[in-house]
């Protein structure tokens, strides 16, 4: 096994590591969280929604030296919040029996001679 060099360079590289594993981390939690998501599972999507969540929390604060990825931290924390959100209401909160077909309505307006065809 090669040495690992020492100085500065190594102690970017050992941040730039941990901050890809974190990284990660926070995608393999939000992809569990969306797949129990999907088949109903809300004892195991809440919690994996809440570990994406904190870990990009901890993105946001390792990583305040550089204001675009700041930038682009939050951006994808509130987009990850009102994921999170809509999850918890359709899980705990959505009727069990509301169908929601669209496919069987115009989307725009009804127009019986083009719906007709």
């Given at each position: ?17 941990t ?8 995608l393999f ?6 797949f ?10 809440i ?19 550089n ?28 009727r ?17 001679n083009?719906?007709?065809?």
């Open positions: 096994m090669p040495a690992l060099p020492r100085g500065k360079d190594s102690r970017k590289d050992a941040s730039i590591a901050v890809k594993l974190i990284e990660n981390t926070q939690t939000w992809m569990v969280k969306d129990f998501w999907l088949v109903l599972v809300p004892y195991i999507s919690p994996a929604g809440l570990a994406a969540m904190w870990l990009q929390i901890v993105m946001i604060r390792r990583d305040q030296a204001p675009s990825r700041i930038l682009n931290y939050v951006g994808l924390f509130l987009w990850i919040a009102g994921n999170f959100i809509w999850m918890i209401a359709e899980t705990l909160y959505d069990s029996d509301a169908d929601i077909n669209m496919a069987g309505t115009p989307i725009l307006k009804q127009d019986s083009l719906y007709s065809r």
